[in-house]
């Protein structure tokens, strides 16, 4: 592809075009000489007719939000600027190709799941960074992640909000792609503009996805997949990649993917947490009803099978097992579901206690039992009202006839907040269980670093200085000030206890009304 030489004769104070690197559906990209800083750069030309539709003065105020991002894994903004007719962005070259680069080979492959998470973190990291500035990527795919020195660098940051921006509502109609179909969000696909971090998220996803099964999933899961944790309607030939890589990282990818908002991972670090979790620590925990709720299916497809002589209870161990359930817990579970124990009431649970030394419970826990069974089609009536008390979107896991909500937690929220539903035997139960510990923290560490630390020194200045208070009168007033601040921090510690206590309560309150009227 020829330079135009309008465009060179344009630039050529600046910059000098030496070839085209590609060309994409908003801009050609060329290799060229940055005659100031003699440096080899990346110069990007928005096609005529959409440098046309934006406009210069517009163009360039919203890019400049781009060019405020600073990170290591984001591929820097260097210059901008109108040049004849033309409108161009400046970057750094990075020489050492891009994700679709080593995807399509020669030949197409897929790539270990050490290699994509390996690339995968810098790019959510880089991606968090950016949506705590309040910028979007909108357009992340391989062609977006280049290499430098094998380290991954997030290209194009925001330009494609800045071409949404610009363009307004009418830039649809000119035909110009505001992101990539196959990586597009379904909400940006549909042309919404009030898009937030989640359209990032699918995006990221559907680029594991591609480096972890060789292709893109090709269809969006539906809500039946999301809560299953599996992509139920997968092509045969994904099918085997996506057995391989386990069920934690299928289920992370699908709940990445998922289409409805409230079903999707909220943010991209939550996305990596989900892929990575486990991998070097423990595995995930069931409790007793989960335990028994795996075991329960399980039977049943050995029962179904038995009559054939197909399955044993080593099946129903090998099945329990994929969920990472020891066989010796599945005969456990087994046992106790031929001989169920009698139900606790809630009443005889331990109640929040207070521990004198923080003057405070370090955990809450609420209970209530309702007569009946929610239907499943009412699960998303109870995780909205979830929501709305707490003002927080959560995290959603089904697990058969049991949900579970988790507070989402990010710079301003610090929450370990559990609200679980399972419904079995007649009876729907709700447990509401916080771990304290992060208040805890919160509190005595910011009075105890405040007035116990930043504090000391001014009360021993002005003792000795101001006051001239010498030995034994400075050992009593360390002591004195100490107390003060431990006594300051059991009193903020109290009310705030008691605050989430009564918030928590009330939670439960709600949902009990809720759900009886849901059964009824």
């Known amino acids: 592809m020829e330079i135009p030489a309008d465009l060179q004769a344009a630039l050529a104070g600046r910059y000098t075009l030496r070839r085209v690197l590609g060309r994409g559906g908003m801009a050609t990209v060329y290799l060229a000489d940055d005659k100031k800083h003699y440096r080899a750069v990346a110069l990007k030309v928005l096609l005529p007719g959409l440098a046309a539709f934006l406009g210069a003065e517009r163009f360039l105020k919203e890019i400049q939000i781009a060019a405020r991002l600073t990170h290591p894994h984001i591929l820097a903004l260097h210059d901008s600027g109108e040049a004849g007719s033309f409108l161009y962005y400046v970057m750094p070259y990075i020489d050492g190709g891009s994700l679709r680069q080593q995807l399509e080979g020669p030949p197409r492959r897929a790539l270990s799941q050490e ?21 979007l990527h909108r357009d992340i795919k391989p062609e977006n992640i280049l290499f430098s020195q094998g380290h991954p660098i997030v ?31 379904p909400e940006q696909a549909a042309g919404l503009t009030d898009l937030d971090e989640r359209t990032d998220v699918y995006s990221l996803a559907v680029v594991v996805y591609e480096m972890l099964v060789g292709d893109v999933p090709g269809r969006w899961p539906t809500e039946d997949a999301v809560r299953a944790g599996r992509f139920l309607e997968a092509s045969a030939s994904h099918r085997p990649r996506l057995t391989s890589i386990g069920a934690r990282i299928e289920g992370a990818l ?39 709720e795996i075991v329960k299916r399980a039977t049943e497809l050995e029962a179904n099978k038995t009559a054939s002589g197909a399955m044993t209870i080593g099946g129903v161990q090998a099945l329990a097992g994929e969920v990472g359930v020891a066989p010796e817990i599945v005969r456990a579970a087994a046992e106790s579901l031929q001989a169920p124990a009698p139900y606790v009431t809630p009443g ?5 206690r207070t521990n004198h030394w923080v003057a405070g419970p370090t955990e809450l826990f609420f209970e209530r039992v309702i007569e009946g069974e929610l239907p499943e089609s009412e699960y998303a009536a109870v995780v909205e009202e979830i929501r709305r008390v707490l003002r927080n979107a959560g995290q959603v896991s089904q697990f058969g006839r049991s949900f579970s909500w988790v507070a989402a937690r990010g710079p301003a929220i610090r929450r370990d907040l559990e609200v ?10 709700i447990t509401i269980q916080e771990n304290m510990s992060q208040l805890i923290g919160a509190v005595y560490g910011g009075i105890g670093g405040g007035m116990g630390g930043g504090g000391m020194g001014p009360i021993i200045g002005v003792g000795v200085g101001a ?7 400075v050992v009593v007033v360390v002591p004195v000030w100490l107390g003060i601040t431990y006594l300051t921090a059991r009193a903020v510690y109290r009310r705030s206890s008691t605050k989430r206590a009564r918030e928590l309560e009330a939670l439960a309150n709600r949902l009990d009304t809720l759900v009886r009227d849901l059964v009824d």
């Open 254 to 292: 699908v709940r990445g993917l998922a289409i409805r908002h409230d079903q999707r991972t909220a943010t991209t670090d939550a996305l990596i947490d989900e892929l990575t979790r486990g991998k070097s620590g423990p595995r995930r925990r069931y409790d007793k009803d989960e335990v028994e």
């Open 155 to 185: 290209a194009d940051f925001g330009i494609a909000k800045a071409v949404s921006t610009a363009g307004g509502a009418n830039l649809t109609r000119t035909g110009f792609p505001v992101g990539t179909p196959g990586y597009m969000s």
């Open 420 to 429: 679980a539903v399972s419904v079995r035997r007649g009876q729907t139960r």
């Open 348 to 352: 005889s649970l331990a109640p929040n």
């Open 115 to 135: 290699q994509a998470l390996a690339i995968t973190q810098p790019v959510a990291d880089a991606l968090s960074y950016a949506h705590r500035m309040g910028v």
């Open 467 to 473: 006051l001239h208070l010498v030995g034994a009168a």
